[in-house]
């Protein structure tokens, strides 16, 4: 983003002073090159060797280890060096030593490599190798590289160098690599090879230093003017540098030059931004100067949509990053809620499920993005069968309807419905086959059967199979229901097989204590497991009026004259005591009570005159009529509780169905 005032940073950070030296073309003239060669070594500085090494390297000037249209003895080249010609380079060798030769204005046509420093000592000399400047070289009997620059201080540099008619490059030019040093031996990853550092001591190498406010004396001993760069010279711990007008002489700082400019400070040395390039603003408040992206707010945080559909923008106090929505399948939307991707298969706000067309994966979509899982983690299918898609096993159910007829709704609200103490209670549940296989009952066993065992059965969803409270049983078959053979792909009815619904019907009695009572199912397959939601209602029991029969009163109301006393009553519309099976006592067509003493003798007459089964009939009838009601769901003939006997004369209920016992012997 930023781009380097270059003139400055050649000044600032490489420590040239010369503003020739820092504005020289990389191919000069030939007249300013016949000027560098008649310099005298003393006036020759490491950026001066470096700039003239680089001549070659911007023409690529051809590797011969013999002057230019010499014969050339290396084998691989060509028998004849013929390469780019210029009158200052045609009399040396444009090998690795001719090219150092060259940089550092040696005599034509350049020494060789043992000619220089370990090997010989008279122009060159090591040096450690971490302290290399532009301008030194590294050397071994084989090769010689000029060294350039440092990219990160003693671990990675640019040199250059001529490097053979058999590299894939044999032409000057520029490389960089890692380094490992150890005194003066420099390990060049790049060469995979060791060299020793070396100094050409005909370099001229000073401190650099202020001259004065203005004028900085640079490390080849050349004066550089920081005023030209509206610099000033500052010579602190730091060494003497240029520092930019509007930056601090240690430390980063940033400023506005304009509004698209945006200046980028580091000890003083200044490296320029174009803001307006990136369709920003340079803006300075109390964050500091920064680039302000044009959609986004100088501060805090927000998300931008641009043009395109796809690309999001998160800004943070003014710094923008883009993201893009189409890798992940999505938009960028910016509505009522902020920016944001929107998944293709979601809606751009609100809650939604969705399935992924590879047919396992479910989507959960919440404004637009989506949080995915895996039904097929858990033998699942991804399913919309219903409406809403889910994660649906081989077997599924969902309740279509529940209903409890001739019930009525609790008033309360405590529960579903209401319901008598004692009395019959009817629950029905209309559910639908929404999986994949069908429902049948015939037991089956096997891994493969799915849906052959298929029921009712009382469960909340974590304890299972327990005698439910109405109907004091844990399980009603399939078979038992309307639609004994249920198809996921039949038709929408319950009443014929292959339908995909069937009804259960849930009979049972209410219990005799007043309270709120819950029944409580879920479908299961015997061989496979529970599935399908769980289904339950509730009742509000409480104690109901007791129904009128023949002959007697409602409660509370004003009894009516008193039935007559018939010897020959088979136990008819006469009045009832508590067990509901005594005669009133009353004499017919008075309004007075019969004295204790002709009631007891009219009961002797009526006991000996009556036959024995008609004794036994008078004293039952009114308590069967009572007492026999259907037996329970499920129980056999001959096993309801609701039997009527008579034992020493009084009625009682009796275990066994359909007979009434007298005092001792058996009724008709």
């Known amino acids: 983003m930023t781009r380097p005032l270059i003139p400055f940073l050649l000044l600032a950070l490489v420590g040239v002073a010369s503003v020739a030296a820092c504005s020289a073309s990389s191919s000069p003239a030939p007249s300013a090159r016949r000027e560098r060669i008649g310099q005298t070594a003393a006036s020759l500085s490491g950026d001066d060797a470096v700039n003239l090494a680089e001549q070659w390297v911007a023409v690529q000037l051809t590797y011969c280890q013999s002057p230019n249209g010499a014969p050339d003895g290396d084998q691989a080249c060509s028998p004849v060096c013929n390469r780019y010609s210029d009158p200052a380079w045609d009399p040396y060798r444009s090998d690795c030593s001719g090219l150092v030769s060259w940089a550092w204005q040696l005599p034509p046509p350049g020494r060789v490599t043992w000619e220089f420093a370990p090997f010989q000592t008279d122009i060159t000399y090591e040096i450690d190798g971490n302290t290399m400047q532009p301008g030194d070289a590294c050397n071994n009997y084989d090769h010689i590289v000029l060294f350039k620059n ?5 671990q990675n540099a640019t040199f250059i160098e001529e490097p053979g008619c058999s590299s894939a490059t044999p032409y000057a030019h520029e490389f960089t690599s890692d380094v490992s040093i150890n005194g003066s031996n420099v390990y060049i990853a790049w060469e995979g090879n060791n060299f020793t550092a070396i100094r050409y001591s005909g370099l001229q190498s000073c401190t650099p230093s202020c001259q ?5 004396i640079g490390s080849d001993c050349s004066a550089g003017n920081c005023a030209a760069f509206g610099s000033q010279c500052v010579n602190d711990n730091l060494g003497a540098r240029c520092v930019f007008y509007a930056c601090p002489a240690q430390g980063t700082a940033a400023f506005c030059q304009d509004q698209s400019t ?3 400070c580091t000890d003083g040395a200044v490296s320029f931004g174009n803001c307006g ?19 986004c707010p100088a501060q805090g945080t927000a998300t931008v949509c641009m043009p395109d559909g796809h690309t999001i923008g998160t800004c943070n106090n003014g710094a923008i990053t883009f993201g893009d929505c189409g890798v992940f399948g999505c938009n960028c ?10 998944f293709y298969a979601c809606p751009p706000d609100g809650d939604a499920t969705v399935c992924m067309t590879d047919g396992h994966t479910l989507g959960n979509c919440h404004d637009g993005s989506v949080a995915l899982s895996d039904c097929g983690a858990t033998g699942t299918t991804c399913s919309t069968i219903g409406g809403t898609a889910h994660c649906e096993g081989p077997l599924d159910a969902k309740l279509v309807a529940k209903e409890s007829p001739g019930a009525q709704p609790d008033p309360s609200k405590q529960a579903d419905y209401t319901a008598c ?12 086959d929404v999986g994949t296989f069908g429902w049948s009952d015939v037991n089956g066993t096997k891994p493969t059967d799915y849906g052959t065992a298929v029921r009712l059965g009382t469960s909340d969803g ?10 004091g049983g844990s399980r009603i078959s399939i078979t038992q229901s309307s639609n004994p053979t249920v198809s996921p792909s039949g038709n929408s009815c319950t009443d014929k097989s292959g339908c995909n619904q069937t009804v259960f019907t849930i009979s049972g009695t209410a219990p005799a204590t007043a309270g709120v009572v819950k029944t409580t199912w879920q479908m299961v397959d015997e061989s496979r497991g529970w599935f399908g939601p769980v289904m339950s209602a509730t009742f509000n029991v409480s104690a109901c009026a007791a129904s009128v029969s023949p002959g007697r009163a409602p409660q509370g109301a004003t009894p009516g004259p008193p039935p007559a006393v018939d010897p020959g009553n088979q136990g008819g519309g006469g009045g009832s005591s508590s067990s509901g099976c005594s005669a009133a006592a009353r004499v017919p067509g008075s309004d007075r009570t019969t004295p204790l003493w002709l009631l007891f003798g009219l009961s002797l007459v009526v006991r000996i005159a009556r036959p024995r089964a008609s004794r036994s009939r008078a004293t039952c009838g009114p308590c069967r009529a009572r007492c ?11 096993q309801s509780p609701a039997d009527c006997s008579s034992e020493r004369g009084r009625p009682r209920c009796s275990p066994r169905w359909g007979r009434c016992r007298g005092t001792s012997r058996k009724s008709s």
Do not use: Y
């Open 462 to 471: 974590t304890k299972h199979d327990w005698s439910d409270m109405l109907t």
């Open 628 to 638: 026999r009601r259907p037996p329970s769901p499920g129980s056999a003939p001959g």
């Open 333 to 342: 939307v910016q509505d009522s809620l902020p920016a944001r991707c929107v």
């Open 150 to 154: 440092w990219n990160v201080q003693g």
């Open 421 to 432: 103490a004692g009395q019959p209670v009817t629950l029905t549940l209309d559910v639908q």
């Open 277 to 295: 390039q990136f369709g920003a603003n340079c803006v300075n408040d109390n964050l500091g100067a920064r680039c302000v992206f044009s959609e």
């Open 212 to 216: 004065d406010a203005n004028t900085i």
């Open 262 to 264: 945006i200046g980028n």
